[in-house]
Structure formats: C-alpha cells, structure tokens
C-alpha cells in the first residue's frame, strides 16, 4: 500500500489523508448541488449545509463552489501522483514548472478558504461542516506542499 501511494515519510501520508478528505467532502458538495438535495449536515440554523450552499456567495463567475473544489481536489491528486510515483519519468525543468504552479494554485487555494471561512463565520453566519473540511484541508495541505517542495528545493 504504501508504494501504491508514493508515501515515503509521515508528510506525505498526511498529504494522502488530505487529498481523500479534499475529494470526498468535494464530491459530497458536488452531489447535492446536482441533486438538490438536503444534507446530513442541516441540523441547525448554524450549522447548516444548505443555507450556505444556498446563499450569494456559493459561486464564482457563475460556477458553484463544489464544483471548483471538485476541480481543485483532482489538480491536486494529479500533481501528488506527479511528484511522488513519475518524478523520475519526469525532466528536472518540467517537476520544477509542476511544482511552482502546484504552489500557487494552493496558495490561491489557502487564500480562498480563508475567505470562505470568513464568509460562513462572519456573513452568512451559518457553516457547512463539509466545506470546514475542504477549507481546514487546504491550509493543511498548503503547509505540506510549502513545505515539500522548499526541502527539495534547499536539497
């Protein structure tokens, strides 16, 4: 199992438990954007999945949220398995562009999380415990991502 998923040490275990966590809780969202559905997680005016993915702020240029996150969590798998199972099929020059971009997309990522973390505290005054999953999960993984390439690189 373990070289099934390129883990090597305990960062890049925690990057695989963060890449099932980005696409499960994305996959949910995106199942009952599609379904209209009412999630498991309505269970107060607080805590209440469907009124924040409901209110104003659950799309971006038209696009709802789940399905950029949906979006974000396979980037991320394929940039995981990239640089952990193809590294050596890979030339030096191009693992470099895949890790800079991968850094700012999850740096884009962190930042957008904390907005949304923001909007359901502050705004909407309500959260969805599936989006507190995808969010928490993406400045997790900015971290692990900062700080795997930034050893590579200092290598």
Known sequence: MKDFFGIKNKRDLSMVIT????LVSSAYLVYLKVSDGTSVCD???????????????????????PFLGLGYAIFNIVVYI???????KISKKTMEIIESISVMVNTFGALASLSFLFLQFFIIK???????????STLIYTALVYKEFTSKNSK
């Open 126 to 136: 309500a959260v969805c415990i599936f989006c507190l999953i995808f969010d928490f």
């Open 82 to 88: 990239l640089t952990h199972k193809k590294r050596d």
């Open 43 to 65: 269970v107060s005016a607080s805590v209440n999945c469907s009124t924040v993915a409901s209110s104003e702020f659950s799309k971006i240029l038209g696009i709802p949220l």
């Open 19 to 22: 890449l099932f966590l980005f």
